[in-house]
């Protein structure tokens, strides 16, 4: 590693490689490999929401197309579809099962790895290429992300395609880069939609900056990188608002059947300001304050609480201060440099990303901080190494050695909110940081065979905080629709009574931490539950509260907002009964709900009123129409949001208990409309 971090800051980077080299990426890239696929089965269906819908693409072209949460095609998932194209084509290929499902998202981790790897390293030479690469792949989300089925594995990946792209603009000029760079963001685009876009301000100011021909051509690629962008994302757009709506499924997670709604408010505008239709609350309070909402405070620090501190913060102050050290050892290199280039992309990568998750009032979830992972990992390596090679000059030192003390800081901090989980650990950080702080003031220590222990010291210091949380979330199975990485600090995700925050779903098929903020009820669509709550616990009748045996939805396996049903033998065999003569086996209020049959069945189940209940489909009289055509065989109380006093999803539902008997099943109430 030393031999590798001893080029001179301005020598160009050898494209080869030594066999030294491929030997440390041969063994970073099996790691990898082996701990994103160790175990991949043992949480099951995961997100059941995407679950579902992963099956029913791998069963019908149509809901393959457009991300139907059931292959009957009554309504899409609230995503566009590419990630589920991925997990779908490889379940038809092997058939249904977790481990089919997952094996593309860890095999995209070890991609993005790797891509990574050779971006930072064609600027920074070999040893900041590996060094970022490892950085990315111990960052607990990451490894939680990578081994999960939400579509944030694939965003990462296409998200780092498109700095690459961009990078391969800066040192040629030649416009295709740029197109190639706007088609990796269309792609992100249907994969997660606007979020995508938050890499795309860096990447544009970057070339600004640094892009080889002039201003004005300069202006004209980055306007071809946003056609390309349009091109690669808008055809599929186009073909779901041109589709007559009549033969399409209801476009999950808007309130009037578009895409460009579901684009522009639920999933765009609506998280930001907080303001989303048949959403469940927005971040900071109404209109999105800083006192605490639903989703957590919002604020400069958020990054850092007890929700999102263990997931990314390990490394984010350690990252800034590499950032700032090398744009000034930058400060004198030519317009067009790419070290400064780079260091810009991944800064403003960096800055723009994490302030809009700390300043965001609608849906936010800890794992959305995945897409921070590779900005931080590339600063990392590229700022340690540009500053090791000028570590003669004592103010180069001292800033590493900030950088240092940093990030041992920050792990003893974070190490500290899971007191138990390997108690000596934070100890052991905290001191091995602040000796190699000291060390690095040394110059001898910087120089020989000591410059070896002080390396190591350092990485071990800045990597074995994260290291070991990745090792704890890849060892634990995760279920539900919000989850977290690392152990439980019992204030945030995967623990029980986090204050001011929603609590993730399972780490390992258990209860859920605490909902919205201690002290407050949010009113919810169709919910009578209103006034106080004990801190730490769900409000009863709230939905996704955990029942006495720890399963989800309180309504034995019904599931509910957060967590997929779990059907019983008995009454799987029951929806399975004459399954053919059906459309849907069973509908049921809610994605969740209605997912653990139809993965239990391989049938059709209708998902009434989406993710939240709260889509306004089917409408009362078109479930009155599929009853009386005979199309639904079931109708299955309780999950979702819906069964309350208001919304479509309650309509039906008041409308099947006045109309039909009921019968329970194993706990699970359900109606025989035929």
Not at 308 to 330: D, H, K, N, S, Y
Not at 395 to 400: E, K, P, Q, Y
Not at 602 to 616: L, Q, R
Request: proline share 5%.
């Amino acid at each position: 590693m030393t031999m590798l971090m001893e080029r001179t800051a301005d020598a160009p980077v050898q494209r080869t490689g030594t066999r030294w080299e491929w030997f440390g990426l041969g063994a970073l890239l099996l790691g990898t490999a082996v701990a994103y696929i160790w175990g991949l089965g043992a949480s099951g269906w995961a997100n059941s929401f995407y679950s579902a819908a992963v099956q029913a693409g791998s069963v019908s072209w149509k809901a393959f197309f457009f991300g139907s949460s059931d292959a009957a095609n009554s309504i899409t998932v609230d995503k566009p579809p590419m990630s589920l194209w991925l997990m779908s084509l490889s379940v038809r290929i092997f058939g249904l099962s977790s481990w089919a499902m997952l094996i593309p998202q860890a095999l995209l981790g070890v991609g993005s790895v790797a891509l990574l790897w050779a971006t930072i390293r064609r600027q920074f030479g070999a040893a900041a290429g590996l060094l970022a690469g490892l950085a990315l792949a111990v960052t607990p989300v990451a490894a939680l992300m990578f081994r999960f089925n939400n579509p944030d594995a694939l965003l990462v990946l296409l998200m780092i395609a498109a700095v690459w792209a961009s990078m391969r603009a800066v040192e040629d000029g030649r416009t295709r880069w740029l197109v190639l760079t706007g088609m990796f963001v269309g792609f992100g685009f249907l994969t997660k939609q606007l979020q995508v876009m938050l890499v795309v301000p860096p990447i544009a100011a970057m070339y600004l900056v640094a892009g080889q021909p002039k201003l004005v051509k300069r202006l004209l690629q980055l306007f071809a990188a946003l056609g390309a962008a349009i091109v690669s994302a808008g055809w599929w757009l186009l073909a779901v608002e041109l589709w007559p709506a009549s033969s399409r499924p209801w476009i999950g997670g808007s309130q009037n059947n578009s895409i460009l709604e579901l684009t522009l408010g639920y999933n765009g505008l609506g998280r930001l300001n907080g303001e989303e239709t048949g959403s469940v609350g927005g971040g900071g309070g109404p209109g999105g304050g800083a006192g605490g909402g639903m989703w957590g405070e919002t604020g400069i620090t958020r990054m850092f609480d007890a929700s999102q501190g263990g997931q990314i913060a390990w490394l984010i102050p350690a990252a800034l201060i590499l950032f700032v050290l090398g744009l000034v050892l930058r400060g004198r290199a030519r317009r067009t440099d790419p070290k400064r280039a780079a260091l810009i992309v991944w800064g403003l990568w960096l800055l723009v990303t994490g302030l809009t998750f700390s300043f965001m009032a609608g849906i936010f979830h800890s794992y959305y901080t995945v897409a921070l992972s590779p900005a931080i990992a590339a600063l990392i390596g590229a700022g340690s190494v540009l500053a090791w090679r000028r570590r003669e000059w004592l103010w180069v030192r001292i800033g590493l050695a900030a950088a240092v003390s940093a990030a041992a800081a920050m792990a003893w901090v974070l190490l500290g909110r899971s007191a138990e989980f390997v108690p000596w650990l934070r100890w052991a950080v905290l001191v091995v940081g602040l000796v190699a702080a000291v060390l690095l003031l040394v110059p001898v220590a910087t120089r020989g065979k000591l410059a070896v222990a002080t390396i190591l010291a350092i990485m071990f210091a800045g990597l074995a905080g994260p290291a070991a949380y990745a090792i704890d979330t890849i060892a634990t199975p995760h279920t539900g629709s919000i989850v977290s990485a690392g152990p439980s600090t019992g204030m945030g995700p995967g623990g029980m009574g986090r204050p001011g925050g929603m609590g993730g779903g399972t780490r390992d098929g258990g209860a859920m931490g605490q909902m919205p903020g201690a002290g407050q009820v949010p009113q919810m669509p169709g919910s009578q539950t209103q006034g106080s709550q004990t801190p730490g616990q769900t409000p009863a009748g709230f939905p996704g509260a955990a029942a006495a045996d720890g399963r989800m939805g309180g309504m034995g396996g019904a599931g509910g907002l957060l967590n997929g049903s779990t059907p019983s033998d008995a009454l799987t065999s029951l929806l399975d009964a004459d399954a053919d003569s059906y459309t849907w086996v069973a509908a049921a209020v809610g994605s969740n709900s209605a997912s653990g049959y139809q993965l239990a069945t391989e049938e059709p189940v209708m998902a009434i009123g989406g993710f939240n209940g709260t889509d306004p489909s089917p409408t009362l009289e078109q479930f009155q129409q599929y009853v009386a055509d005979g199309e639904i065989h079931y109708f299955i109380a309780g999950g979702g949001m819906g069964g309350g006093n208001s919304g479509t999803s309650a309509e039906i539902a008041q409308w099947v208990e006045a109309n039909y008997t009921s019968t329970t099943v194993d706990g699970v109430t359900l109606y025989d409309l035929s």
